[in-house]
């Protein structure tokens, strides 16, 4: 069965970087591509941007252009997804979906960001 | 980027209760609709892409119509576990944008 497993929550201070892991199982990664959509609390999705896992192209988010980069190992089969100099705006539960024809159709639990001095 | 609008934004509805929900885009987006299902604390789950078809697994009363600016999801006979936040995605062009969602609830 297609599962994405996220890492765990974490806590950053204002300025500092973060990465978001996810690792993919049930299905052949380098097939399909990984969007990642955040939500702050309380609040709506955000689409970040998306890779393609088969070569490594990317889509990012303008309003993220310079702060976001995404990678993807095949031989683990796990994505990531980078971000620096934090705001706390970006305080937010981070999800990673697998992409099939644009739309996310398997995703991960979410992993929880606070960005807080 | 395409904007996308949502009504209503909340609505109080009944088990068994026909429900519809209306996504309207800023520009023509042909079908690159999706509709995602979000309940507290999980992950969004897809229920419909490309405007009408329906995901793998996702039971039938659930339909989505439409194409170019005005799309439709429709629930034709409410459960209790459909209770939840529905959003509306295109995927027409980058970036692909969310509706604000529609929180509908028990009445």
Sequence with gaps: ?117 | DIQLTQSPSFLSASVGDRVTITCRASQGISSYLAWYQQKPGKAPKLLIYAASTLQSGVPSRFSGSGSGTEFTLTISSLQPEDFATYYCQQLNSYPFTFGPGTKVDIK
Aim: proline share 2%; with cysteine.
């Design chain 1, 1 to 117: 069965q297609v599962q994405l497993v996220q890492s765990g929550a974490e806590v950053k201070k204002p300025g500092a970087s973060v990465k978001v892991s996810c690792k993919a199982s049930g299905y052949t990664f380098t097939s399909y591509g990984i969007s990642w959509v955040r939500q702050a609390p309380g609040q709506g999705l955000e689409w970040m941007g998306w890779i393609s896992a088969y070569n490594g192209n990317t889509n990012y988010a303008q309003k993220l252009q310079g702060r976001v980069t995404m990678t993807t190992d095949t031989s683990t089969s796990t994505a990531y997804m980078e971000l620096r100099s934090l705001r706390s705006d970006d305080t937010a539960v981070y999800y990673c979906a697998r992409d099939h024809l644009d739309v996310g159709d398997y995703w991960g639990q979410g992993t929880l960001v606070t960005v807080s001095s």
